[in-house]
């Protein structure tokens, strides 16, 4: 029940790469394989340099950017920068000289890369050394196919598959994909396409104010690149984007100045909602397409227990405890430990087991969770939002 969220702006009127982006003639046929990691990200490989390094395709990037591992390692000319905002807060970063960039049917040469510190809980737990972000993607029309775990690039203007279509759009102070959704009878604009962020809906706080009857059921933990950060959750029963329906959407509420107040925008989409669909974002054309995968609409998971956890090798620490959840009355705490669940200690065998999935365990179930002291602290689940 932790999802990550991973985004990275350069400040706006980043000077640009000093050779565009260069798509092959053969593009259509060649998909990028991708795994979707824990936390929903689009996780393949790409080359800097000749060299292979671990990419997330990340649109909510504003310019592309590696991590300072890497380019200390590939001994990329650095240059000190400012400071780069992201949803967590602002980061130090700086700026990278590489040769070249290739993945899949995109080539570009001189490439001038961000660089900042990549933590691996922004980034489905594994390290990533590279994210695309939209000054590589936005002047193709960008192709996701989820259910077979790949994506491509195309000319824009390409439709290769049917589905609904809403606006598109490159943003001008900040370029984002933006386009609009429609919740009950309001039309929300501004709403930023991330594939790098693996929520689902993630309003800022004065556009979900505008909302009647929102009012947020609990509290979630997210992370960024600055670290964690807390937001409101509820359940939306449905949003509309063009005329796709979609339902049972997990949506967060930023805190009052976040990220998207800073941008000038209302909110944000990510993969964890993408996931479920056929995707083409063609800013250039002016649309964003959808067609219903495998798992459009499927009811999202929900905790039942009330805590956010940590896994390590011989415990779990509590990471958050859910406001108004089963934890949360128990008296559970961040930075608390459970050695073990059930009478079964916390170790390899148990987290391959299917006792491992007692946080959303069924409502009702009683699950005994012994601290690392040895005390026994029985816990109730039930659904709370």
Not at 314 to 323: C, E, G, N, S, T
Request: charged share 20%; hydrophobic share 45%; aromatic share 6%.
């Amino acid at each position: 029940m932790l999802f990550a969220l991973f985004l990275l702006l350069a400040a706006p009127g980043t000077p640009p790469a000093a050779a565009p982006p260069v798509l092959a003639a053969d593009a259509e046929g060649r998909w990028v394989p991708f795994e979707l990691t824990s936390a929903n990200q689009i996780r393949f490989t790409a080359l800097v340099n000749g060299r292979r390094v671990v990419a997330i395709l990340d649109t909510g990037v504003t310019t592309s950017a590696v991590s300072r591992r890497f380019a200390n390692a590939a001994k990329l000319v650095m240059q000190p920068g400012g400071d780069a905002l992201t949803v967590g807060g602002s980061v130090a970063a700086g700026w990278a000289e590489a040769a070249s960039l290739a993945f899949g049917p995109v080539a570009r040469g001189a490439t001038r890369f961000a660089v900042a510190d990549f933590a691996t809980a922004a980034t489905g737990g594994a390290p990533v050394d590279l994210l695309i972000g939209a000054d590589l993607t936005a002047p193709f029309a960008l192709d996701l196919d989820f259910d077979n775990r790949r994506f491509r690039l195309l000319r824009s203007g390409r439709l290769p598959f049917a589905g609904a279509s809403s606006r598109l759009r490159i943003g001008t102070d900040w370029p984002f994909y933006v386009t609009e959704v429609s919740i009950g009878d309001d039309k929300i604009d501004r709403i930023v396409i991330d594939t790098g962020d693996g929520t689902a809906l993630t309003l800022a706080q004065d556009a979900a104010a505008r909302l009647p009857g929102l009012a947020p059921a609990t509290s979630t933990l997210d992370y960024s690149i600055a670290g964690a950060t807390v937001a409101d959750l509820i359940m939306l029963p449905e949003l509309h984007s063009g005329t796709t329906a979609i339902r049972d959407v997990e949506m967060r509420i930023e805190s009052a100045g976040g990220f998207s107040t800073k941008t000038g925008m209302s909110g944000r989409i990510g993969s964890g909602l993408l996931r479920g669909y056929r995707v083409l974002l063609d800013p250039g054309a002016g649309r964003m397409v959808l067609a219903p995968g495998r798992t459009a609409n499927t009811p999202a998971v929900r905790s039942t227990s009330g805590l956010q956890l940590e896994a390590l090798p011989d415990r779990l620490r509590v990471l958050h405890v859910m406001r108004g959840g089963p934890a949360e009355a128990a008296g559970w705490h961040a930075g608390d430990t459970i050695c073990a669940v059930d009478g079964m200690p916390v170790d390899a065998r148990y987290a391959a087991s299917a006792r491992a999935r007692w946080p959303i365990g069924a409502a009702g179930r009683s699950v005994d969770l012994s601290d690392c002291s040895g005390t026994s602290h029985p816990l109730v689940l039930r659904n709370f939002y």
